[in-house]
């Protein structure tokens, strides 16, 4: 272990904190020369500081529910882009909090609040450019030994090589490599990546790095997650876990239920204006329909006909279903747009509010699709413990053309640690990928998607 890595947390929390001390500042200012000096009865100290003592919990809450304080984790770019989003939400509610405390029409102006917002998007990216170096030369990349099956190497190279701030690898060796030879390997490195190993062999892997003291990442199988979601059960003297394998239960769905009605409601008012442009936008460009809909699938294998803005010309599947590729000829000039900002998903509330989908779940596959990537991996049809949704797991965490078994992982991994509350973060979150290009990145052309 790195001498610095055992400080990490307490670094970046440090860092995290500086920020918010530093934001908090500015919201007092703002708070003191503007709003409460204009209120018909100003604070005293203990109102004033009531007041900034809820602005900071908003900080801390949103900002670390979009990742804000993953420092040497998190590229430059993300961590500003998550900490700007997590001041924007703590400023909206913040200024919500002070039309409450005023108490009159008409409201106080929003303007210092948006204003906060600009000051608050300097200080996230001067505070991520000073810490960027320092971090950089504490906490060097990892040395990493690579254990993976050869049909996954080149892959996993790639991704990796994405994040050179991270990792180095040091070697990369096949399944088929000697466990001695493995853990004489694993001394003179940082940490081990298993891939696609057998059972038998990775248990002792994790459990020779267990006894060393020695990172190891694992590609986890599916029975791995299935059992995240296991209940301890105490009835005996000897430990088991019990696995319902029923997705969701009854309070659970009613409660999912009622939150997809009342956001999806919402959601539609909000987005009307939207729809509307965006309707007249594609019908201006080539004439055809604005909307049109597709079979798609969801729970227990049901079909519905989800709605969806067209992005393709109108005869764009006359040669049978395709998927979209990285440079697909047949998205219009419109459709490109409305893809990268994701309008051409809002009609999908209307599925929500019918009862076809939900806010959050598996993505809703085509028939002809899930019986393809059936073939390939049976266990694909576990998707379909719960309804399809407008945003899930591996919509935020995967791209569009993440493969089908690692987005049934994700899924799963959603499926089986299901709680409102990740219901609500992964709904945040969602507005954070409409800013990140990679995840709408369609097949490479000629890429086997299965």
């Known amino acids: 272990m790195d001498k610095y890595d055992q400080f990490k947390r307490l670094l970046r929390l440090g ?78 509610v913040m200024y919500i909090q002070i039309i409450m405390v005023f108490g009159r029409f008409p409201f106080p102006t929003a303007w210092p609040m948006v204003a906060l917002c600009g ?108 059992l995240r979601g296991a209940d301890r059960v105490h009835s005996f003297d000897t430990p088991f876990l019990l696995l319902r394998n029923a997705g969701l239960s009854f309070e659970q769905r009613i409660a999912k239920r009622a939150m997809d009605i009342v956001i999806s409601a919402i959601l539609l008012v909000i987005a009307s204006p939207f729809m509307l442009l ?80 939900s806010i959050v779940g598996p993505r809703p596959e085509r028939q002809q699709y899930i019986e393809e990537f059936c073939r390939e991996t049976p266990e694909f049809i576990y998707r379909l413990k719960v309804k399809a949704g407008l945003t899930g797991y591996a919509q935020i965490y995967g791209k569009y053309n993440t493969t089908p078994l690692d987005k049934l992982k994700l899924d799963l991994m959603y499926i089986e640690s299901y709680s409102i509350l990740l219901d609500i973060r992964l709904i945040f979150l969602t507005l954070k990928i409409m800013f990140t290009k990679e995840s709408t990145e369609g097949v490479e052309d000629g890429q086997n998607h299965a």
């Not at 030879?181 to 994790?206: P, T, V, W």
């Not at 006894?211 to 694992?218: P, T």
Request: with cysteine; hydrophobic share 45%; charged share 20%.
């Open 15 to 92: 860092i995290a904190g500086l920020e918010i001390l530093i934001e908090t500042a500015f919201f007092a200012y703002v708070w003191y020369a503007i709003y409460n000096e204009r209120r018909w009865a100003a604070f005293e100290n203990k109102g004033n500081l009531m007041m900034i003592g809820f602005y900071v919990f908003y900080l801390i809450i949103f900002i670390y529910m979009y990742g804000g304080t993953k420092y040497a984790y998190y590229t430059k770019g993300q961590l500003i882009l998550s900490q700007t989003l997590g001041s924007v939400f703590a400023n909206t």
């Open 119 to 226: 000051v608050d998007l300097v200080v996230a990216a001067l505070v991520n450019q000073l810490s960027d170096g320092m971090l950089r030369r504490l906490f060097p990349p990892k040395r990493l030994l690579l254990v993976c099956d050869a049909q996954y190497q080149a892959d996993l190279v790639q991704k990796l090589s994405v994040r050179k701030d991270l990792y180095e690898i040091t070697r990369c060796v096949p399944t088929s490599e000697p466990l001695a030879s493995l853990q004489r390997e694993i001394q003179s490195c940082d940490a081990m990546m298993l891939y696609g190993l057998d059972e038998q062999k990775r248990n002792i892997l994790i459990k020779f790095c267990y006894e060393q003291s020695i990172r190891v990442y694992i590609a986890p199988e599916i029975s791995d997650i299935l």
């Open 278 to 357: 965006t309707a007249i936008a594609i019908k201006a460009e080539d004439g055809g329909p604005a909307l049109y809909k597709q079979e798609r699938v969801t729970i227990g294998g049901k079909k519905f006909y989800i709605y969806k803005f067209r992005s393709m010309v109108v005869d764009a599947e006359k040669y049978g279903a395709q998927f979209s590729t990285k440079h697909d000829s047949r998205i219009t000039k419109v459709g490109h747009f409305i893809r990268a900002v994701r309008l051409d998903e809002l009609p999908q509330l209307f599925n929500i509010l019918k009862g076809d989908m």
